[in-house]
Every structure is written in structure tokens, then in C-alpha cells.
């Protein structure tokens, strides 16, 4: 999609990736390039195909037509080779609840062939440690909170060392002091080098922790690239704000403009002023030919910025309102 | 909004990778090479005792055990409550027996369970063998472990056929213990008239546990491909148990004659000749060969189901 992302080496790399149900598709041939080495956030309003393209990755479901090379192996064909460097936490945290979270991750690690038994032990403890759960570990899995039991979830995606780790939803359930440990973590573990893969419909968490973006919209990959590219493509606004509130309307409009009213801004007493907001589309003046316009027409002008397009801004126009409806 | 470094690769990325990409790097081929090198046995060996750890701690597991071991005694403690002998020929065979020898009381309470509580707690085992799993949500985390379909598959299977012969060996040892406990133990007259000693008599009854513990390796490679086709343990336990009272049911009509040589519930009570002098065989072998028949066909049935099947719970 990018020459950025062309030229490195691809984590996970999908090529007109499908999967249907009966009659319904899922997925839509859709195209994922994530670089070895970013944190690639996985966007998508609910129901928008993101955990099942996360299944049909791991090889927990089939793909109906298309191709997926995960840390440069085909899956599900190589799954043995490839899964191992692999840490996971799929749709949500699962385990037995009759077992205590040292004896979970004990399970889960003796299904990996490749996990040595002689350090199960050390590395259970290692992981719990390192989601904050020691002094949970003894503790049956019933009695866990849902914050804990995601915790449990990322311990287990950490029991081994991973090359790469496919996130679904990690924060779903942890309280905010939880979702700012799983972001640092997913720092810590990007910093030594692990392609983390995130899928989230929070965009202040991608935001904040992802170098790389997708957004998916029913089924369909609807924008790939860095965060930068993502954001930039959308529109920057000028934000004026000014005492002479529909003077400046009339300017702006003159210039082609189309400006909307965005509240009060705090002005000293006694002085009324507006912030007008104004999207800068692709045939818009250059901001300081605005600025210069306002003044020439006795604009008074307490301030005027631009404004870069948010994340957000960008992902409601890929997606459509409606967050969490799917299409 | 504060470090930049993580949100622009493409200043930082390469060189923040560059370097750290070495570090994790020997510890994941050296991850990758023990896997290689070590036994795939070894690893499927851990799995199973991971399977019967998971298996051994559940309560449910506990309770059924507890119930079939309760089996044995209530015969026992009826008979010895009861003043008046036992009518030969009233009751489950082997019951007039119980007074004169303990030894029987394993023998009645085995014949006593096969038609309803042992096919009842082995449909119960095998029928959550992978649908608990799905209903749980782990099946995923061990699929992408990654467990591999076979091996959990079989891991599984291995599991239920422990857990029949936990269910056998368990009514065979209470019913024992209750019978030395409260009558006298000695020498057993077999069917043929021969008689053997107390430590003979317990290895017939050893081997007696096995041939129900055979019987019912059938039934739980129905029950695993039942399991293999729902997410809801609940339903497959049901079908199981369904099956085994349909069978028995199907056994016992004369006009289907032709059929009863291929329920897995037909040699379910044909053990009496292990208590002949010499041993015939007949039976066993024949009923070994119809529950490995059921075995392989209802086990390539789970593994084709398995081994395609989208994990969508």
C-alpha cells in the first residue's frame, strides 16, 4: 500500500484473504501488510471481521479463498513451524475455572510441543509477574475478576519468547491503571523487538500505542498504513477564534470556506468570542492568505490554528457514524 | 500524544529494531530447536498427564467416581440388612452369591452398572472431551499453542479410555473392600464348578474390570465424535448416554436378530465366561474386535470432523 510498508520485511502478510458463512461474508478479500517490528492496530467498529480474520491467521478457522503467511510460512499449512513464535489472545481470555492461574498456564503450556518442561515452572511465574498476577496465581480462575482473567490471558500469550503477538481486544475488561500496564507492555515488548498485532474498536488506544494502522469496515480493509499516513490523509481545520463572529463567516465563506460555529472561547470579561471551525479541503486557500483575507476585511482575530485530523475524525469517515453497528 | 517514537516508525522504527531484532532472536531458534529436537512423544506424554490433571481435578469427576464406588456398598449393606436368603435367580446374577463369599459383591455391582451408570459417566466424560473445551473457549488457546488437531484428539481419547478405566477399577475395588468388610472371604466355585483361591478370584475379578472397561471404549469414541460436533458439552453428553440406552434397547428385540452383532452394548454382559476353568477367551475377543471396529470408525469420524473444523467459539 505504502512504500514504507512494500520495502520491509511483513510479520503477517494476507493476500485476498475470505470467509464466508453460508451466505455471508465475513471477510472480503482483504490485503493485511504488517511489518516486522510495529505495532499494528487493527481497527473495525464490532463485527466488522476483525476476529475472524484473527482466527482464520492462527488457523483456528479455514480460510474460504485467499492466502495467509504468518512470520514468512503459509498457514495453517506450517502451523506447527509458525505458531510456537506466536503469542495469542483470542476473543477474550479462556480458561478452566476449576484450575488456579498457575495451573491454567501450566495446561496451556504443555499443548505447545516446543515449550521445554524443565522451565514450565520458571516461566509461568515469569509471566504472571509480569501482567501483576503473583499474588493471584494460587487463586481458582473462577474466582478472577474479568480485568484479571485478561491478564491471565496476555500471561499466556507470554510464556514463551514470541516474534509476534496477535492481540485481540487485550484491554476489553481492565480498569484504566490495567489499560495503561497493557499499553506500556505492549511498548516493552514492541521495544525488544516483538511484531505486536492489536485489534481494538478503541481508537485513543491505537492511538497511543500503534506505529501502524488498519481499519476494517464489514469485512473489507478499508485504509492500511502508519498512523501518520492514516491521520494525514484526512482533513486538517482551521480554527479561528474571533469577537467578530459573522464578519469572519462572511469572509471565510467568501473564500470558499465553510464554516461552522464551535463555541465560546474564554475571552476577557465583558468580550463576546466565537471559535469558528472550518474544514481545509483540497482547494482551500493557504492558512496565512485566510488569516491575511480576515484582517483586510477588519476581522479582528484572537487566534487562529490548524488543526491536523484525528485518528478519530478519519476513522468515522472510513467507517460511517455508528461505531458499534456493523454494516 | 507524548513520545513520538513509538507512532513514527519510519524515523525511529528501523533503528529501534535494527538492533532489538538480535535480541530476541536467539532465544526464539533455540526455542524452535528444542522443539525439534526433543521426542514428540515426550510432549504428547506431557499432554496426557496434563489431560488427566485437568481431568482428576474437576469435582464433577470426583462425584461420579463417588457414586459408582457408592454402587457396591448399598448392594452389600441391602443383602447384609436383608434376613432372609437371597432366591437364586432373583436379582442381578451373582446376587445369592454375595452371602456365602464377598468377592461377589464387585462382580454384582459391575453388572449392576453396565447397562446405566458406568455408559452414564463414561457419556458424560467423553461427550465433553472437546465440546468442554469449546464451551470453555481453551480449545483455541491449545489448538493455537499450538496442540495440533491429531494430537488433541487423541490426547482426548486417552483421557476418556483413563477415565474408563478409573469408572471400572473403582466399582471393582469398592465392591471388594465393602465385601471383605462385611462377609466372609474364601475360595470362589466358578461357573464350571472348579474352584480357585481368594488371590486368583480377585485377578478374575481384575480381569473382569477389564473386559467392561473394553465395552465402554467404544462407546467413548461415540462420544468424542459427538463431541467433536456441537459446542454444547451438555448436548453431546445427552447424545452419548441416549445412544447407549438405544442400543441396549435395540439389543434386546429379537426381530432386529440380525443387527445385535454390531452394537457396541452387545457383549456388554457376556463376561461369565472369564469365570470358567480354563478361561475361554471367545467372548473377549470377540467383543475386543467389535469395540476396536467402533473405535476406528467412529474415530475417523471425529478426526474428519476435527481436523476441519472452523474453531469459532
Known amino acids: 500500500m505504502s512504500p514504507a510498508i512494500a520495502s520491509v520485511e511483513l510479520a503477517i502478510e494476507t493476500h485476498g484473504l475470505t470467509k464466508q458463512f453460508g451466505r455471508q461474508i465475513a471477510v472480503a478479500g482483504i490485503d493485511l501488510a504488517v511489518p516486522t517490528g510495529s505495532v499494528f492496530g487493527f481497527l473495525g467498529p464490532n463485527g466488522s471481521g476483525k476476529t475472524t480474520t484473527i482466527r482464520m491467521m492462527l ?99 507470554l510464556l514463551m519468547p514470541r516474534e509476534l503477538l496477535v492481540l485481540d481486544e487485550p484491554t476489553n475488561g481492565l480498569d484504566p491503571q490495567g489499560t495503561r500496564e497493557v499499553r506500556s507492555l505492549v511498548r516493552s515488548l514492541a521495544a525488544e523487538g516483538t511484531t505486536v498485532f492489536v485489534s481494538s474498536h ?35 481545520h482551521a480554527r479561528l477564534d474571533t ?50 483575507a480576515l484582517v483586510t476585511a477588519g476581522v479582528r ?27 | 500524544m507524548s513520545p513520538s517514537d513509538p507512532r513514527e516508525p519510519a524515523v525511529t522504527g528501523p533503528a529501534a529494531t535494527g538492533p532489538a531484532v538480535t535480541g530476541p532472536d536467539p532465544s526464539g531458534p533455540a526455542a524452535t530447536a528444542t522443539a525439534v529436537a526433543r521426542p514428540r512423544g515426550a510432549s504428547a506424554a506431557a499432554l496426557l498427564g496434563s489431560e488427566l490433571t485437568v481431568l482428576f481435578r474437576r469435582r464433577r469427576t470426583w462425584a461420579m467416581l463417588a457414586a459408582l464406588a457408592a454402587i457396591p456398598v448399598l ?33 454384582t455391582a459391575l453388572i449392576v452398572s453396565i447397562p446405566l451408570f458406568l455408559p452414564l459417566t463414561v457419556g458424560v466424560v467423553a461427550g465433553d472431551t472437546v465440546a468442554g473445551e469449546a464451551n470453555l473457549g481453551t480449545l483455541r488457546y491449545l489448538l493455537v499453542a499450538p ?59 481384575l480381569l473382569i474390570a477389564a473386559y467392561v472397561t473394553v465395552s465402554l471404549l467404544g462407546l467413548s469414541a461415540i462420544g468424542l465424535f459427538i463431541s467433536t460436533l456441537t459446542e454444547v458439552p451438555v448436548g453431546a453428553m445427552a447424545a452419548t448416554i441416549v445412544l447407549s440406552v438405544t442400543a441396549q434397547v435395540l439389543d ?62
Open chain 1, 59 to 157: 488457523g483456528l478457522a479455514s480460510a474460504t479463498s485467499g492466502e495467509i503467511s504468518l512470520l514468512g510460512r503459509a498457514m495453517p499449512g506450517s502451523f506447527r513451524a509458525v505458531l510456537p513464535r506466536v503469542g495469542a489472545l483470542v476473543e477474550g481470555p479462556a480458561f478452566y475455572p476449576f484450575l488456579s492461574g498457575t495451573a491454567n498456564l501450566r495446561r496451556l503450556d504443555t499443548a505447545d510441543p516446543g515449550a521445554p518442561s524443565a522451565t514450565r515452572g520458571a516461566r509461568v511465574q515469569q509471566a504472571l509477574e509480569r501482567v501483576g498476577l503473583t499474588h493471584a496465581a494460587g487463586k481458582k480462575v473462577h474466582a478472577y475478576s474479568l480485568g484479571m482473567k485478561q491478564r491471565l490471558g496476555i500471561a499466556n500469550a
Open chain 1, 202 to 236: 478503541l481508537l485513543a488506544e491505537v492511538e497511543q500505542m500503534c506505529s501502524h494502522v488498519a481499519v476494517m469496515r464489514a469485512g473489507t480493509l478499508v485504509a492500511q498504513g502508519t498512523l501518520d499516513e492514516l491521520r494525514g490523509a484526512g482533513e486538517a
Open chain 1, 243 to 292: 469577537p467578530d463572529a459573522a464578519a469572519a463567516a462572511q469572509v471565510l465563506e467568501r473564500l470558499g470556506l465553510t464554516p461552522v460555529t464551535a463555541g465560546a472561547a474564554a475571552g476577557a470579561p465583558g468580550h463576546l468570542s466565537a471559535v469558528l471551525s472550518a474544514a481545509l479541503t483540497a482547494g482551500a486557500p493557504a492558512p496565512e492568505d485566510i488569516v491575511a
Open chain 1, 301 to 327: 482575530v484572537r487566534g487562529f490554528t490548524v488543526v491536523g485530523a484525528s485518528l478519530e475524525e478519519r476513522f468515522v469517515a472510513l467507517t460511517g457514524e455508528g461505531f458499534d453497528v456493523a454494516q
Open chain 2, 75 to 107: 448392594i452389600a449393606i441391602a443383602v447384609r440388612l436383608t434376613s432372609s436368603p437371597v432366591t437364586p435367580g432373583r436379582g442381578p446374577a451373582f446376587l445369592d452369591r454375595i452371602t456365602q463369599n464377598g468377592l461377589f459383591v464387585a462382580i
Open chain 2, 147 to 205: 496442540a495440533g488437531r491429531v494430537r488433541l484428539l487423541l490426547v482426548k481419547y486417552a483421557g476418556a479410555a483413563a477415565f474408563c478405566v478409573a469408572a471400572t477399577l473403582t466399582v471393582a475395588v469398592s465392591g471388594a473392600l465393602i465385601g471383605a468388610a462385611l462377609f466372609p472371604i474364601g475360595p470362589v466355585t466358578l461357573l464350571s464348578g472348579d474352584t480357585i483361591g481368594v488371590g486368583e478370584s480377585v485377578l478374575r475379578s
Open chain 2, 252 to 313: 434386546a428385540l429379537p426381530q432386529l436378530d440380525w443387527l445385535h452383532p454390531w452394537l457396541f452394548s452387545h457383549y456388554w454382559l457376556d463376561f461369565a465366561d472369564l469365570l470358567r476353568q480354563p478361561i475361554d477367551w471367545t467372548s473377549f475377543g470377540a467383543n475386543a474386535l467389535l469395540q476396536g471396529g467402533y473405535i476406528l470408525v467412529f474415530g475417523a469420524l471425529a478426526y474428519g470432523r476435527f481436523v476441519t473444523k472452523d474453531i469459532l467459539s
